[in-house]
Structure formats: structure tokens, C-alpha cells
């Protein structure tokens, strides 16, 4: 059976150099090709990785063919989507029509007044303001219902999703669609992104990752940690964030600047070698439908204090201190938590075990996905 798969979900978007969509549709793609004919419709304008032109099967520049067209002249029989919803370029009818549905992030993320501090001058902050009001909000998540109920509506289309919280969530959204056509197969491991610890870490540091984006909550946990080192209360430390641009925008209201390490894109191994030798890996998201990085810190060893809401608790289990992102006060608990040699060393041990066990259920759940989408099995 052929399938015709969309690689432009593995490329680069809205100037994030990698995503996790991103590196999910990479995976599932170089483990499909091994097991059926597989057509990859990829966007010769942007990165593709450079693997991919290597492997087995055979790609096709949408620039060149819409996936109509293609669909038309190979007759394929299945066409898999590998994100939410795609363009309308992919509103095809096809004998077979897969999707991973990574979540309604949009439908379920409450309002968050924290928004208006990732922006700068007074237009952005006003715009920011402006979409954070419950009239913006309600119009937004209405026009995507209506664009999602519109495409379910053209398209007999079968989901997965990475985990029951999504699932799950879906179902509540969306009622019409019935729980048999949804599967839950975990995402791919990302194990070649791992490091090994080093010896002797350069550094004793807490480690936030894409804290230039809103939904990832930095801005609660850096007050939290900069007034605990007002405080006096956290020594020897400082803090890592990855993926800010603008730091400018989280830099204003912070006390002790120079505990505060502000990087912009890291590459994939020097996050790697980031995650492997922090002191601790702080979690604050307020929406995930996995969640690749605290396993990235655990498999090293690495404690992780975490936001306790949507799919973090189902993947970490309770190898993670959990917290109620919006709340400072909790953050500051749980970073003081890991004051204590006993409690640190627990959620240490604790995160190595959880990392394995939710690798063995990615290793399963990969060949049951890949068997899906190549047989409908």
C-alpha cells in the first residue's frame, strides 16, 4: 500500500528551527519507509533534514504537485498526516485518510494574563492584552471549532494521538467523533538527542526550555526562582532558559540579572549536553500533549519539578514533583523541595526508572503506529 505522507509538518515553522511536531513526523517517517511504499511531499523553500533524502522511498516538492495531483496520478491508497490539521492544500478526498491529532491546545489553554510579559512596546503588549480577553478568546476558539468541525465533516478520517489526556480532551470537544477512532500510540523515543552527563558538570543550574513561548510559562518560575534567590533561600545556583529572543521581554522585573542565563536557539546536541548536566529541569507548561523534555532530563538523571495538569502527569507519573503552574507560591515549594539530599536523590532515582518505562511503551506503541498506517492494523 502506498502512502503519501507529509513531510512539510517535519520542517521548520513560525521560525522555530526544530518543534516537537516536527521531530514526530521525522520519526514516524524514517520508520515507515522501512515497512511500505512511501511517497514524501515535502516544501523544497524551507530545511528538510538531512537524512531524509537518503532513505528509502521517494519525495515530491509540493511546489512541483499538489498532493491532488499526486494522489491522482499514483492512486495511492492511504494519505498520512503527521499534525493537527494541515492546509487546505491537504483537503483531499482519499480511499484512506490518517492523522495524528496532537491535541486541542487551542480549544482547551485557559486565558493567561502572564501573556503581555513575552512582548515588547506598548502596540505588541496591546495586541497581547487585546487576544487575551474572553471576547478574543471566545471568537478564536470558535473559528477553529468551526474549521475542525468543518473538516471532519468533508473527510471519514481515522486519529491517533499520544496520549489518553488527548484523547480524551478531543472527546470532549468534539462529541461526534467516537472513541473507537482514536488510537493512542505514545510518540517515538528521541533517545539520539541524549547526552551523557559530564563528570564534573562547569556549573550547578536550573534548566527551562522554549521560554520565549507563553504557553511554556517561564515567567512564573522565573519569579519564583528570583525571589528565592533574593531570598537567599537557593545558593550556588543559577538559572538556564533556552529559546528566548527577546529576552528583554522576561529580563525587566527580574532582581538578580546576573543568576539568569538568557540563550536564544540552542542546536540539538548542546540541549542535549544542557538537559544531561542541569542541577534540576523546571516544567512550568500550561499545555502539553506529551511532552518530550523532562524525559530527556530524567534519563540523565536529572530531577524534574513539573506543571500538573493536561498529559505531564499521565507520561511522568509520579517521578516528577508536580505543581499548579499558575502559582508561584507552588513553584517556589517544590524548587525548595529539592533542597532536601533525600528528596532530590529520590526524584532522581525515581525519573531514571519512569524514563525507562515510558521508553519500553514508545518502542511498542512505534511499531503499532507504524503497522497502522501501512496496513490498518
Known sequence: MTVIFNLTAAQPVAGQAFHGGGSYAENVYRNLVNATDVIGVYDSSRALAADIPTLPGQLVDINNETPQELLTRTGAGTIFNPVDFPDK??????????????????????RDSARRHYVTGPMQKAKSVMANTSAAQYLGRTRTAKQTADFLAKFHIEFSTNTNHSKYSILNFYPEIRASQINVFYPPSEENDYATPLATPPEKYFLL????????????????LDSLYSEGRLTDTKTILTGVNQPETLQKSIRNPELFDFKGYVSREDLGILHANAYAFVYPSLNEGFGYPPLQSMAAGVPVIASGITSIPEVLGDAAILFDPYSVTEIRNRLLQLSDPTIYDDYRQRGLVRYQQVKARQDADLSRLIAWIAAGQ
Do not use: F, V
Not at 526550555?209 to 519564583?224: C, F, H, P, V
Open 209 to 224: 526550555t522554549s521560554a520565549g513561548r507563553w504557553e511554556k510559562n517561564a515567567y512564573r518560575a522565573i519569579q519564583a
Open 89 to 110: 492544500s491537504w483537503w483531499i478526498d482519499a480511499p484512506r485518510y490518517l492523522m495524528t491529532w496532537h491535541g486541542p491546545r487551542s480549544l482547551e489553554i485557559a
